[in-house]
């Protein structure tokens, strides 16, 4: 009887690790996608057509998302902000060339992100590295690095109030 019960016992208890692997996978697949979901383009010549159409200038972010320290801090502290984000859905299309070294990304993308890469020079500039473009696509200004700016100041870049 006593092996039925530690046979039922373990059977239980391999069920609920499976659950919790299932819902924590779950999680994982659910957040990852989260930047990009919350206004962020990664098709290029997408956010160039939606720029031009809606009047509003290209903010293009270089980053290297899982790897770059500076850059992981610059979302956090800058483009995941209150501020930030409230004045980029006024005046801003969003766009992520993302890099990274662990994190899966399609074929395509990686082609377009290298491409875009190389157009903008950003393997001579490093990461991060924020390019702003007007509506038709030409270039206003860029900066390379994170110095813990806060959002209000990268704001006021974007209006050409401050030199980074």
Known sequence: MSLLVLSKARDYLRAMFNRKLCLG?????LTSGSFAAAGWETDYEKALVKAKAE???VFLEFTGSDWCGPCIDFRKRVLSSKEFAGYAAKNLV???IDFPQRKKQSSELKKQNEKVGRQYG?????????????????VIREFTGYDGEPSTEIIAWIEGKKKM
């Open 55 to 57: 009047n509003k200038s």
């Open 122 to 138: 950003i393997d001579e500039k490093g990461f991060p590295t924020i390019v702003l473009l007007d509506s038709a696509g030409k």
């Open 94 to 96: 969003l766009v992520e």
């Open 25 to 29: 996978a779950l999680l994982i697949c």
